[in-house]
């Protein structure tokens, strides 16, 4: 059985999501995947989804860092926006290529993020979040 029901991944790089997709089937951790190269599409789909339909909400999102247009930062700042009685019920971490320490710092800062991991994605790092983050 799947961990989760609906896993988001936000990331430009087109490549790095073929390649978490393909990971987090492999490893049984999510029904659905649905990939986002543009922060801002992610958000107006979230967005859509809290007002018309909560139930279709991710219950995981993977956030980069550093893209074109709206970056990580960004779209944490628009998140918050989203009913709290909805966001309350999805994970979000960022996955990013970055490894300076003050976006390490400033990431685990964000009340919304639960916990920051390097890249690439693993099977370890979906293990990390089944064992501490799922209850």
């Known amino acids: 059985m799947n961990t989760f029901k609906k896993v988001i991944l936000i990331d430009d790089d087109q490549i790095n999501n073929f390649v978490c997709e393909t990971i987090i089937k492999s490893e ?12 801002e599409d992610a958000l107006a ?6 007002e018309d339909a909560p139930e279709e909400f991710p219950e995981l999102i993977f956030l980069d860092i550093n893209m074109p247009g709206m970056d990580g930062w960004r779209f944490l700042e628009e998140y ?23 976006d390490i710092i400033c990431a685990k800062g964000h009340a919304e993020v639960k916990d ?11 293990s990390i979040i089944r064992e501490d983050f799922v209850s």
């Open 28 to 39: 049984k951790f999510a029904d659905t995947v649905v990939s986002y190269e543009w922060a």
């Open 116 to 126: 920051f991991f390097s890249k690439p994605l693993s099977p370890e790092i979906l």
């Open 80 to 102: 918050r926006k989203l009913p709290e009685n909805i966001t309350s019920k999805c994970s979000l971490f960022m996955l990013s290529s970055a490894v300076d320490r003050e």
């Open 45 to 50: 789909n979230l967005k859509k989804s809290a």
